[in-house]
């Protein structure tokens, strides 16, 4: 028999991101790093792709082990200085990050 221990080790954050006013509405090209527990992880938004206008999901998933918060910090495509620091943002949900906000 196999037992899965991953409920208490396979904590999680969704970041949702929303260019600000007169921006890339949909934050393509936006990267956001996390940092988790001295893992740093990066990940960025893509644009469409292929045939048929297929489109990557722009909600970006990291998987953090059992950190039960990290440190977020998004970098926009607007502007190379265009970075912001969200501090410490707890897991298990999906946060939401508008530009300039």
Same mark, same amino acid.
């Given at each position: @028999?196999?037992?899965?221990?991953?409920?208490?080790?396979?904590?999680?954050? &969704?970041?949702?991101?929303?260019?600000?006013?007169?921006?890339?509405?949909?934050?393509?090209?936006?990267?956001?790093?996390?940092?988790?527990?001295?893992?740093?992880?990066?990940?960025?938004?893509?644009?469409?792709?292929?045939? @048929?206008?297929?489109?990557?999901?722009? #909600?970006?998933? @990291?998987?953090?082990?059992?950190? &039960?918060?990290?440190? #977020?910090?998004?970098?926009?495509?607007?502007?190379?200085?265009?970075?912001?620091?969200?501090? #410490?943002?707890?897991?298990?949900?999906?946060? &939401?990050?508008?530009?300039?906000?």
């Amino acid at each position: @028999f196999y037992e899965s221990d991953a409920s208490t080790k396979g904590k999680w954050l &969704e970041v949702k991101l929303r260019g600000g006013a007169g921006s890339n509405g949909a934050a393509i090209g936006a990267r956001v790093s996390v940092d988790a527990g001295g893992t740093k992880m990066v990940r960025e938004v893509g644009g469409g792709y292929g045939h @048929f206008g297929m489109q990557n999901d722009l #909600v970006l998933h @990291f998987g953090v082990g059992a950190c &039960e918060a990290v440190g #977020v910090e998004v970098r926009w495509p607007d502007s190379a200085s265009s970075v912001e620091s969200r501090g #410490v943002v707890a897991t298990g949900a999906l946060a &939401e990050i508008v530009q300039g906000q």
